[in-house]
């Protein structure tokens, strides 16, 4: 996703600000820029792809001297990836950058246009630089004008704003997306995450939502609701790999950790007041289709399968989900009235790739839900939904899961709108799910801290079944699958009610059996599974919102009124068992043997 960063101070502020973007490159972006005002003279360059792109663009120029400077990393959300598009945004006199996604801007747009204002970008972000030029045209002093600016945004946001007017003054405004302001001496810096400022100042402040104020030299006003606010700083990290893990011991927890905030971002634009919009599907392109193909690999496949579920019941469209390398030689019937879906995180999954271009040479139409934009899957797809999870670094897939999922159940019930199979109660229910999952994801200390306990009694043994139904299935799946990568311990996945029929043989007290126990989907079915299992003396670890004394172990879920939202917090807990496992087991978690982030052969 985006990175913002600023600088004021006395050193070459193109440097500084080229610097800090590249420490921000993990997050994922399709174009930068910079915008500097040094002797009083504004300057700014943008180029699309990669930073080196900017650097030669920017290459003959030199900012010495006392002056202020902001860059971003740009990750397109509203127009494509274009040099117009690209931040910094220029009003007549002033320059802005911007994270996070204004949901008012076609309004304020609208007003300004009215207002003679030319526009050059699609962005929503242009209209914060104009809006705040035309307040400082009502003559008042620019810190009231940018106040008023921030006061009309709606949205989430983390903005930085120069203007000529005040050629040594950044002003700055941070709402649900991130932004610290660090300083070293008299210099000021901002930034997305702190990796950006490491090395640079020894300390900063991470602002909260509904923060703002302006900066100077030696001097930071902050304000929260108009009033002054004191503001304590914390020292910074001096390691920089300590740094991108924010304090977490592997990208892989930091990752779980962040599946509550990429939430946002997944839904954002999308998960409406009463409806569900996808800007970057066509209209038509569920005209003609009466089925649907997804096909995946790995932790995606497992994506697709609850997708699969969430589409029959609700979407009511036969559905079916193919593991890649399967589907490729096993010369499967595809029909034009098949809508072909493929999911993957990395985009360049070799299997899934082929699978995609056979689908294609078919005459399917095809539908990828991908993580990373430009990807030779989305290249290659006539239509992608990004998941926006940001750049997975953990070869064990968490986040990009989690958004996939969200993403499966979000076209469900676009597609339940579409065919009207879904009563707008029943629709209101799923909205109101989906708001409440980023809630769900949040990971309590309480919960973690039991996990950790519970796993030094699961560090052997002769395997690990997860047990499931229905969408608790594919989740017990992803569970096993999780666990074997960074433990290498053998886990499978299983439906609970097929334990009989052959599974069970095995059981006994060192089989461990991690149990799916939701209380909004088939309760009394899986807890006949279970005690089938303890009758047989094997070793249960219960993960259920309700007490469930029989189990051996118990791992206490909040309640929900959703399944779905049942799902989302198992899904913590069995990405957090496996975690604290591999740790207690000595492994690499974020490199584990033999595994590749992205498989691009087949
Ligand atoms: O990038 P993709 O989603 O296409 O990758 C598919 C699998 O290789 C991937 O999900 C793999 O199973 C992960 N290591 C799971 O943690």
């Known amino acids: 996703m985006c990175g913002i960063v600023g600088y004021i101070g006395q050193k070459e502020k193109k440097e500084i600000i080229l610097d800090a973007l590249k420490e921000l490159e993990y997050r994922g972006y399709d174009s930068a820029g910079i915008a500097v005002i040094s002797d009083g003279k504004l300057n700014h360059f943008k180029a699309v792809g990669k930073i080196k792109n900017l650097e030669e663009k920017a290459s003959g120029f030199e900012s010495k001297g006392s002056g202020i400077a902001i860059g971003h990393t740009r990750w397109a959300t509203h127009g494509k990836p274009t040099e117009l598009n690209a931040h910094p945004h220029l009003g007549a006199f002033s320059y802005v950058v911007h994270n996070g996604i204004i949901e008012n801007y076609q309004e304020l747009r609208k007003e300004l246009i009215d207002k003679g204002i030319k526009f050059v970008s699609q962005t929503d972000t242009e209209s914060i630089v104009h809006l705040f030029e035309q307040n400082l045209a009502t003559g008042v002093e620019?810190?009231?004008?940018?106040?008023?600016?921030?006061?009309?945004?709606?949205?989430?946001?983390?903005?930085?704003?120069?203007?000529?007017?005040?050629?040594?003054?950044?002003?700055?405004?941070?709402?649900?997306?991130?932004?610290?302001?660090?300083?070293d001496d008299n210099d000021v810096y901002f930034a997305s995450s702190d990796t950006a400022v490491v090395g640079r100042a020894k300390e900063a402040y991470y602002l909260e939502d509904g923060e703002y104020g302006f900066a100077k030299t030696n001097s930071v006003k902050l304000y929260s609701k108009d009033t002054p606010k004191e503001f304590v700083t914390k020292p910074l990290p001096e390691d920089k790999t300590l740094a991108q893990k924010d304090g977490f011991r592997f990208f892989m927890e930091k990752e779980i950790y962040e599946q509550s905030s990429v939430m946002n971002d997944t839904m954002l634009g999308r998960v409406l007041e009463d409806t569900i919009e996808f800007e970057e599907l066509d209209k038509s392109l569920f005209d003609g289709i009466r089925a649907i193909k997804i096909c995946a690999c790995g932790t995606s496949y497992h994506a697709g399968l609850t997708g699969a579920y969430l589409l029959e019941r609700m979407a009511k469209i036969p559905c079916q989900v193919e593991i890649a390398s399967e589907f490729r030689y096993k010369e499967p019937l595809l029909t034009p009235d098949t809508l072909f879906i493929t999911i993957s995180q990395s985009g360049e999954t070799a299997d899934t790739l082929e699978a995609l271009k056979m689908a294609k040479r078919a005459g399917l139409k095809s539908l990828t839900i991908c993580n990373v934009d430009n990807s030779s899957i989305v290249r290659e797809s006539d239509y992608a939904i990004l998941t926006r999870a940001g750049i997975e670094k953990g070869v064990a897939s968490t986040k990009a899961f989690a958004t996939q999922v969200m993403v499966l159940w979000m076209l469900t019930i676009y597609l339940a709108q579409k065919r009207d199979t879904l009563d707008k109660e029943s629709i209101d229910t799923e909205l109101n799910a989906m708001r409440h999952t980023p809630k769900a994801l949040i990971v309590a200390r309480l919960l973690h801290e039991r996990i950790y306990r519970l796993s030094k009694r699961y560090l052997h043994g002769h395997g690990f079944f997860f047990i499931g139904r229905d969408i608790f299935y594919p989740l017990a799946l992803e569970g096993a699958l999780k666990l074997k990568e960074i433990s290498y311990l053998h886990a499978e996945g299983y439906p609970a009610g097929e334990m009989k029929h052959g599974p069970i043989a095995l059981a006994d007290a060192e089989l461990f059996t991690i149990a799916l126990m939701p209380k909004n989907m088939l309760y009394d079915k899986i807890k006949s599974n279970v005690e089938e299992l303890i009758a047989r003396d094997a070793t249960i670890l219960a993960i259920s919102p309700?007490?469930?004394?029989?189990?051996?172990?118990?791992?206490?879920?909040?309640?929900?009124?959703?399944?779905?939202?049942?799902?989302?917090?198992?899904?913590?807990?069995?990405?957090?068992?496996?975690?604290?496992?591999?740790?207690?087991?000595?492994?690499d978690v974020d490199m584990p043997r033999n595994l590749a982030k992205s498989v691009t052969v087949e």
Not at 559 to 578: C, K, S, Y
């Open 546 to 587: 309700d007490t469930f004394g029989m189990a051996d172990d118990y791992i206490k879920i909040r309640h929900a009124d959703h399944p779905m939202l049942e799902f989302f917090e198992m899904m913590l807990v069995t990405q957090i068992l496996a975690l604290e496992i591999s740790i207690r087991l000595g492994n």
């Open 142 to 183: 620019p810190f009231e004008a940018f106040k008023a600016t921030i006061n009309r945004l709606e949205g989430a946001y983390a903005v930085l704003l120069i203007t000529q007017v005040a050629p040594d003054t950044i002003f700055f405004a941070k709402n649900g997306s991130p932004m610290l302001l660090a300083r």
